[in-house]
C-alpha cells in the first residue's frame, strides 16, 4: 500500500539553527501539506502546496518557514532559524485532491529544539 | 469559517464496552468529514470517512460513525472496545478548494481503556 514517508523520525538542533523536514509523499498525488502538533495539543495546519506553490497558508507559517518541492519526489519544509517553540511533531501529508478525498499522512517528524 | 469541535478531551472506557466520541462541525457547504486515530508515537490513520449517501458509514477495526446534519455531528462508535483502540482520536472536516482539498482537526479525544 502506498505510504506517505517522513524523514528523519527525531531531529534534535539548537535554537538559532535551520532545520530541513523531508517528505516522500505518495507518487500519484498532487497536493501536499504540512501540519504541526505540539505535544498535547491539537494537529495544526502549516501550509498546502500544488503546483509548484503554496496554495494556502496558516498565521502560524512565517517568514522563517519555507516548503519546496526540489525534484519529482521530495517535500520539504525548512523552518530557517528554529525557537523553542517550533518544537513539536510535525506531519506531512498527501492527497489525490479528488472531491471528498482524505488526507494520507506520514509517521511524523519529532522536532526538539533545545 | 470551518471548524471542528471535540467536546471530550479525555474518555477513560472498560474494555469490552461501548465507546462514543462525540464531533461537532462547522461548514458552510455540504461537509465531507473524517475520523483519524493517532497510536502513540505514529501518525494519523484514517478510520472513515463520509462524503455522500448513506450517512452510517462503517470503518476500519469495528468503527462506525453516523452523520446527522440537523446537529452538525458526525460521532464515532464502536460496539465493544479492545484494549489497542487506545489511541488519539482526531475529527476533521474538509474543505474543497480549486488548489485542493484543506482539512481542519478538532483538538482531539484521548481513549483510555481499562481491564
Known amino acids: 500500500e502506498p505510504e506517505v514517508t517522513q524523514t528523519p523520525s527525531h531531529q534534535v538542533t539548537q535554537m538559532g539553527q535551520e532545520v530541513i523536514l523531508r517528505c516522500v509523499p505518495i507518487?500519484?498525488?498532487?497536493?501536499f501539506y504540512w501540519y504541526r502538533q505540539i505535544l498535547g495539543q491539537k494537529v495544526e495546519f502549516l501550509v498546502s502546496f500544488y503546483n509548484n506553490e503554496i496554495s494556502e497558508k496558516s498565521e502560524i507559517f512565517d517568514d522563517q518557514f519555507s516548503v519546496e518541492r526540489p525534484d519529482g519526489s521530495n517535500f520539504t519544509l525548512k523552518i530557517r532559524s528554529t525557537k523553542l517553540e517550533d518544537s513539536a511533531m510535525y506531519f506531512c501529508?498527501?492527497?489525490?485532491?479528488?472531491?471528498?478525498?482524505?488526507?494520507?499522512f506520514g509517521q511524523g517528524t519529532r522536532l526538539t529544539v533545545v | 469559517a470551518q471548524s471542528v469541535t471535540q467536546p471530550d478531551i479525555h474518555i477513560t472506557v472498560s474494555e469490552g464496552a461501548s465507546l462514543e466520541l462525540r464531533c461537532n462541525y462547522s461548514y458552510g457547504a455540504t461537509p465531507y468529514l473524517f475520523w483519524y486515530v493517532q497510536s502513540p508515537g505514529q501518525g494519523l490513520q484514517l478510520l472513515l470517512k463520509y462524503f455522500s449517501g448513506d450517512t452510517l458509514v462503517q470503518g476500519i477495526k469495528g468503527f462506525e460513525a453516523e452523520f446527522k446534519r440537523s446537529q452538525s455531528s458526525f460521532n464515532l462508535r464502536k460496539p465493544s472496545v479492545h484494549w489497542s483502540d487506545a489511541a488519539e482520536y482526531f475529527c476533521a472536516v474538509g474543505a474543497h478548494r480549486n488548489t485542493g482539498n484543506q482539512f481542519y482537526f478538532g483538538t482531539g479525544t484521548s481513549l483510555t481503556v481499562i481491564p
Open positions: 507518487s500519484n498525488h498532487l497536493y
Open positions: 501529508a498527501s492527497s489525490d485532491g479528488g472531491f471528498g478525498t482524505e488526507a494520507f
